[in-house]
């Protein structure tokens, strides 16, 4: 893990949530972000980290999968982040 100060972390953070919010980066490019500029680790150590497969993040990560909402998420919680479904307002004319 690299060792960051609490501002550097939480700039990384900030620019994350940014990058989200304005949907300028895909699910896939957000956690490798986490992997390599929060935790400085390769995709084989982050997958154990995270328990899920070598392949499977890879594959997120590259955008070549639709993955299940709890594997997204177990990805993306060291970096603070969860992904949830929300059902869109209705509009009525």
Known sequence: MLNLS????????????????NGEEHIGIIIKS?????????QTQYAKFVKVSDKTLRD????N?????SVV?????????????RKAAQISL
């Open 6 to 21: 609490a501002n550097e972390r939480r700039a990384i953070i900030n620019k994350l949530e940014q990058s989200l919010m």
């Open 73 to 85: 998420n177990k990805l993306l919680k060291p970096g603070g982040f969860r992904l949830s479904a």
């Open 60 to 63: 997120i990560e590259k955008g």
């Open 34 to 42: 986490i992997r390599t500029e929060l935790y400085g680790m390769t």
């Open 65 to 69: 999968t639709d993955p299940r909402i």
